[in-house]
């Protein structure tokens, strides 16, 4: 059987990703593998229809289809994405039609399984048969029982295809529709008090610009407004990780990305990103933007500060790109205030209005509301990964997390452990075990009954 590999790689066969399809190769000899590299060959693909035909070419002509792909930031890198914006705006989606495939991605598992819920999406939208995906961490292929697993997921896969099993879909259609929005007379603007405001931004016209107008005209002065779109990115993140020691970019000096997220994101008080969505993410140019960032590696940028969306398209469709931005938002350490969509054209007006309130007010108050699992969790996999061997690499990250107290493991606190080992004991006694957890439920509470009579006058002010 011929089997397409997308490899989905920045870096090409140089990419960790292309040993394990390298592995897979050697262990099924009996197939034709052919593999491309559109994530590294993108702005060839996209200028000459002769190569991305080609690809389409070995698409048609193959029974099984490959995504594999590194995690870049939730999900995929932007120049793998604009391979798959390509396949809809050239009108090739047929080719994909009936294919079986499958996702291979590496990584070091923070936040996979929504780049495989993405790469699924995209299956399902493109009429392929989902046969499965497998979500190895980087250092998978050199453990033996890893290797047999990965053997395992892919004989299914191509057996699957061979049998041409019915496969369930997992996600509907996406329906790309928005009501027409016509804002009314702006309502009196609130004062910005001296809070620095940014709009993130790829696009300026219809609903978008709309909604950006709206939220300029609740605040006054206005928000600066930073056109991702004709900003001057030269290209997409490329993985080198040069960035990794200092958080030096390897685009430093080329283009103007750098310098101005550090000049206008970082530091802003609170910051809007308004983007439409475009399949089952935002653009490609909004990805890149996301993947550039990347030369603050996995420190916070955001962090403190207040952080919104205005989203074109139905959000309520794309749960998975509602999950990203919220742990996006989580793992920065940004207070996450709200989404606001154009899904339906009432109260609008309200909710932004609404929103520059609550941005303001947020602001001066310093609220910072708790994360949930999405962010601490998330937060949990960086320390560890960059605790041990990452650190070689991530040097930066290392000194940030050890000067802000990331590293916060608590196999590292003696006394509490030592404390910890004599309780688990003493409630080891059998009689002393029974009296204890009779009482379980007052002792949990006693902790709090003095906090709970404390009075919040003002803010930082307790009584």
Not at 59 to 87: D, H, K, M, N
């Amino acid at each position: 059987m011929k089997i397409t590999v997308l490899g989905g790689s920045p870096k090409g066969e140089t990419s960790v990703t292309m040993q394990y399809v390298g592995f897979l190769r050697v262990n099924f000899p009996e197939h034709e593998f052919v593999v491309h590299q559109p994530a590294f060959n993108i702005a060839a693909v996209e200028r000459d229809r002769g190569k991305f035909n080609l690809i389409m070419d070995d698409i048609r002509a193959s029974g099984l289809v490959l995504w594999a792909f590194p995690l870049y930031v939730f999900t995929v890198c932007s120049q793998y994405q604009r391979f798959i914006e390509l396949i809809e705006e050239n009108g090739c989606a047929g080719a994909f039609n009936g294919k079986y495939s499958a996702a291979l991605s590496t990584s070091i598992h923070f936040f996979d399984h929504t780049a495989h819920n993405y790469i699924r999406a995209i299956s399902d939208d493109l009429g392929m048969n989902f046969t499965g995906s497998f979500s190895a961490h980087m250092n998978d292929l050199l453990k033996a029982e890893m290797r047999n697993n990965l053997v395992t997921f892919f004989e299914n896969a191509v057996s699957t295809a061979l049998a041409r099993v019915p496969v369930t879909k997992a996600y509907t259609p996406v329906k790309l529709e928005s009501a027409v929005y016509n804002p009314g007379a702006p309502s009196s603007p609130h004062d910005a008090g001296g809070k620095k405001i940014v709009i993130v931004t790829d696009e300026n016209d219809g609903n978008m610009g709309k909604m950006i107008n709206r939220l300029c005209s609740a605040i006054q002065p206005a928000p600066e407004i930073v056109d991702i779109k004709a900003l001057d990115i030269k290209g997409g993140c490329l993985g080198c990780l040069k960035c990794g020691p200092a958080n030096v970019c390897s685009y430093t000096g080329k283009d103007a990305f750098v310098e101005t997220y550090r000049e206008k994101i970082m530091k802003a008080d609170i910051v809007v990103y308004a983007g439409a969505m475009k399949g089952r993410y935002l653009s490609s140019r909004w990805k890149m933007f996301f993947d550039r960032s990347f030369f603050n590696t996995h420190q916070r940028s955001l962090a403190g500060k207040q952080l919104a969306f205005l989203i074109s398209g139905p959000l309520s469709q794309n749960f998975n790109l509602r999950e990203i931005l919220t742990a996006f938002a989580e793992w920065q350490n940004a207070n996450f205030v709200d989404i606001i969509t154009d899904e339906t054209a009432e109260n609008i007006d309200a909710s932004i209005d609404n929103l520059a309130g609550k941005l303001l007010e947020f602001s001066e108050k310093g609220y910072l509301k708790p994360v949930t699992f999405l962010g601490f969790a998330g937060m949990k996999v960086f320390r560890d990964d960059i605790y041990s061997e990452l650190r070689v690499v991530f040097q930066a990250d290392h000194r940030v997390y050890k000067k802000t107290g990331v590293f916060d493991f608590p196999q590292n606190k003696p006394f509490k452990n030592i404390m910890l080992a004599v309780m688990s004991g003493i409630i080891g006694i059998p009689w002393v075990s029974k009296k204890i957890m009779g009482n379980f439920k007052k002792m949990m509470i006693m902790p709090y009954r003095g906090v709970i009579k404390l009075k919040i006058r003002d803010i930082g002010k307790t009584v």
